[in-house]
């Protein structure tokens, strides 16, 4: 039995997008997801990578006022560059609070208003027209109406969070950029513990498994998974739908399509389902 919970998938890229033929099935855009809860009216996004710009044009065909919540996992480009692009944010009658833990001491408006500077940007922050509120997102439980949420500091080049949304009985757990160590038995213990307890039970969870192990060797401390290493830490804790994203930009369709029937074919998990995600998929939770 499926829950009414959606999780429309609106940019499963990592890095950088990529808009080439090879890629067009899983997607070009960048990191941004959309949860909706029944019976809410207000939006619930987590990043802002290109596939935010998508979002906010279907959202401005509607003609409604908005109001909205949007979770910034951390401010590399390729979950912050389709925040000037969000239609929504130019229409006065709209208001959004924009949540990102801090970097360093910065907090989430200083680091917006960085990225929009007019070295880099045409348009600053103060002429978005919606009502804006930035807020720095300390390590805390937000709780609103229909859920809360809260993170865990990922394993990442710069500070980055791990969201866990929870709605009523059912958890979303959001990590797209998250460094698993390849050697799970003697690196990093501490944080592999934690990180499991953080996901255990999750209805679903969606991790960064850009690389392969092959590639992962090669690039250790970029701050990224390989997919193997993401099943063998995850396979035994009750989690319900593992969904594989943060695709590397040179992982075509044919690649992922070769992953995908790497995961179907491992036996002994307790997924209910484990698979690597499109741009597009909308996901109803599991029970
Ligand atoms: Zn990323
Ligand atoms: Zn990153």
Redesign the pocket.
């Known amino acids: 039995m499926e829950s009414n919970i959606k999780i429309k998938l609106w940019g499963v890229r990592?890095?950088t997008p990529c808009a080439n033929p090879e890629n067009m099935r899983y997607g070009g855009n960048t990191?941004c997801i959309q949860i909706s809860i029944p019976g809410m009216d207000e939006l619930l996004i987590a990043d802002c990578g290109t596939g935010f710009r998508n979002l906010g044009n279907e959202l401005d065909s509607n003609g409604n006022s908005l109001m909205g919540r949007v979770f910034i996992t951390h401010p590399?480009w390729?979950?912050l560059q389709g925040f000037p692009f969000f239609k929504p944010f130019y229409d006065p009658r709209n208001r959004f609070e924009v949540y990102m833990p801090p970097q360093d001491g910065i907090g989430c408006k200083e680091i917006l208003q960085g990225h929009l500077s007019n070295t880099f940007f045409p348009v600053s922050i103060d002429m978005l027209e919606s009502e804006l509120d930035c807020i720095t997102f300390e390590k805390e439980k937000l709780n609103f109406t229909n859920y809360t949420v809260e993170f865990m500091w990922a394993n990442h080049t710069v500070p980055t969070a791990i969201f866990k949304f929870t709605i009523g009985e059912s958890v979303i757990v959001f990590a797209?950029?998250n460094e698993l160590p390849v050697n799970i038995d003697s690196d990093n213990k501490a944080f592999v513990d934690e990180f499991r307890a953080f996901v255990k039970g999750a209805n679903v969870l969606i991790h960064d498994a850009q690389f392969t192990k092959e590639q992962h060797l090669e690039r250790l401390g970029w701050g990224h998974s390989n997919w193997e290493t993401v099943i063998e830490l995850t396979k035994d804790l009750g989690i319900k739908r593992l969904c594989l994203s943060?695709h590397d930009p040179d992982h075509s369709d044919d690649t992922l399509d070769r992953i995908n029937s790497k995961i179907a074919s491992i036996k002994g998990t307790s997924y209910v389902e484990a698979t690597v995600i499109q741009e597009g998929q909308e996901l109803y939770l599991p029970n």
């Open positions: 990592g890095s990191s590399h390729d979950h797209p950029d943060h």
